[in-house]
């Protein structure tokens, strides 16, 4: 409020020096935040690798003082770390990079959450953070699900992430430079949610018809109407954050397009197409997921080039094939690191703003 001396947390460090020592001591360091090399019983913490771990708030428990939370820089920087160091190391598998950025990414929210941070600040390091989960949850590999973290507590906290930024963004006045693209996050992550849609419907005009809402809008619709040709066309022009987000969606989206071909193309005798067709089509890797998305649903293989639809073959069960969604989502770095992408605005942001500016 207007004339409120601003209460910000005043510690310098990731992780504060009273928790590294404790979680030492007690021997709860994750092996991300150890002094390299050090080995032994008791691994000492790493200042500059240790980050803060989620702590559940808890009934009558005092709330922390400043001194124990990181102000918006700390936090912003917090977060550009785990996007740089964590985020894409060789040394882990997905599961458990996803397990330890998700869970320090909590407690950046819970951070700010308990502190009185300006709007555009704290909106700048909800999006930061935002945008790497988006990226460590796209990465994680379908068999991951049965590893260390749990797939359904994940997209808990991508909601949750989603729900505290666009509270930000309801509650202040701005600027928010990057609003439509993560408005537009939201749609896509919720593709196909009537309430997620009309929730973006009721935003004002001028932010629904900056162009990343519009493509949202535009993916949405195709989604709903089961236009695949349209929807994976407009699937591989998505920046890398936006596929991340609508990742999640293309299974289910590859088997309604390949449902409703069962349906128009199936007879007693069958009738085939190329592979290279559906390839193109659903926007898979190669004609070998073409061919493990076909024999997934019932479908068989003349030679191993087509796919033959015969009548009654069709059949699912159980979740739709991942797939390794290279074209889609991997390849879309483009040779960025991902700190680069997660810390700088979308290109045709930039490009809008500077000629809003002319």
Known sequence: MPGCELLLGTCPDMCPASERAQREKEGRLHRFEVVPGCCGKRPRADPQRAVKE????????????LSQLRPPSVLLATV????SEVAERKDASRAEVASFVADRLRAVRLDLALQSAGDAETAVVLEAALAVLLAVVAQLQPSAAYGPVDPVLLQAQVQEGFGSLRRCYSQGTGPHPRQAAFQGLFLLYNLGSVEALHEVLQLPAALRSCPALRTALAVDAAFREGNAA?????????????????QCHVGHARRRALARLAHALSTPKGQSLPLGFMVHLLALDGPEEARDLCQAHGLPLDGQERVVFLRG????????PAGTCKLLVGSKLGGRTLEEVVMAEEEDEGGDRSKSRA
């Open 230 to 246: 349209r929807l994976f066309r407009l699937l591989r022009a998505l920046p890398y954050l936006q596929s991340c987000a609508v």
């Open 80 to 83: 550009r770390y785990l996007a």
């Open 54 to 65: 989620y702590s559940r708030p808890a009934a009558g428990k005092a709330k922390p003082q």
């Open 313 to 320: 073959r069709y059949t699912e069960k159980g979740l739709p």
